[in-house]
């Protein structure tokens, strides 16, 4: 069943995903060949806590996970699309790091992530940043009452068909609130006028996650997911709440 929330709720979610976003800024600006992945999450961790908060994935066990997450931040780098742990590993030029990050506050969940390419850069992994961030952009065009869930799929499958790239199959985005995972499904392909219709007070965490290979993922024994072919992978999310006036992003 999908929650809806009240504006009064909305706010509170805000103001959860204030601190996200001042977080992975602080992070983003740290990011630099050979800084590790393990420093990057001390940033994380350290500032959101300054700030009042609580890391939402420190602890948090999701659903078919065999132990709980143990880092603030997911580092998924290249290949790795999601759940990447922060390790020692020292970032290198060339390295597509994903970095995925969430908030508690006052008992409100805030979920965003983003895609940076480490020093020197190739077009393709220009391209499927690019594509990426611009199918997180149409997608949230789509986010308004009356519109249907399957309008958002639609939006990210058309612009990573534009680009050239593949939306990753079997990961989605996922309502967000008062747990860090709630209904519905946000998945990044579908049809328009198709799946449930969406009402003010509803919110979403979307995130568009796509590749330069087929799309298949397999999991790794860190309970990470990769592509299968080892193509290159990037994501976009933010934390957005349907208003009577449209998308309401709560991440930035």
Same mark, same amino acid.
């Given at each position: 069943m999908v929650r809806i929330y009240t504006p009064e709720e909305i706010d509170k979610i805000a103001r959860s995903g204030a601190i996200l976003a001042r977080a992975l800024a602080a992070v983003k600006e740290k990011i630099a060949i050979g800084v590790t992945l393990k420093q990057l999450d001390d940033i994380a961790r350290e500032f959101i806590r300054k700030e009042g908060g609580e890391p939402a994935f420190l602890n948090y066990q999701p659903h078919g996970a065999e132990h709980p997450y143990m880092a603030s931040i997911c580092?998924?780098?290249?290949e790795v699309i999601v759940h990447g742990f922060p390790t020692e590993y020292k970032l290198k030029s060339g390295d597509i790091l994903k970095i995925d990050c969430g908030v508690l506050l006052d008992g409100m969940y805030s979920d965003s992530a983003f895609t940076i390419i480490v020093g020197k850069s190739t077009v393709k992994a220009q391209n499927l940043v690019k594509a990426t961030h611009k199918a997180l952009e149409e997608a949230i065009k789509e986010i308004k009452p009356g519109n249907h869930i399957g309008d958002i799929g639609c939006a990210v499958e058309k612009t990573a068909k534009r680009y050239g790239v593949h939306v990753v199959q079997g990961l989605t985005g996922h309502g967000v609130g008062y747990?860090?995972? =709630?209904?519905?499904?946000?998945y990044n392909y579908g049809n328009k006028g198709e799946g449930i219709v969406l009402k003010a007070g509803m919110v979403f965490a979307v995130e568009p996650m796509l590749c330069t290979g087929r799309g298949q993922v397999r999991q790794l024994r860190d309970e990470s997911w990769a592509m299968e072919d080892g193509g290159l992978s990037?994501?976009? =999310?933010?934390?957005?709440?349907?208003?009577e006036k449209g998308a309401r992003v709560l991440t930035k």
């Open positions: 580092a998924s780098i290249n747990g860090l995972h =709630e209904d519905p499904y946000v990037a994501q976009f =999310e933010h934390t957005i709440a349907i208003t």
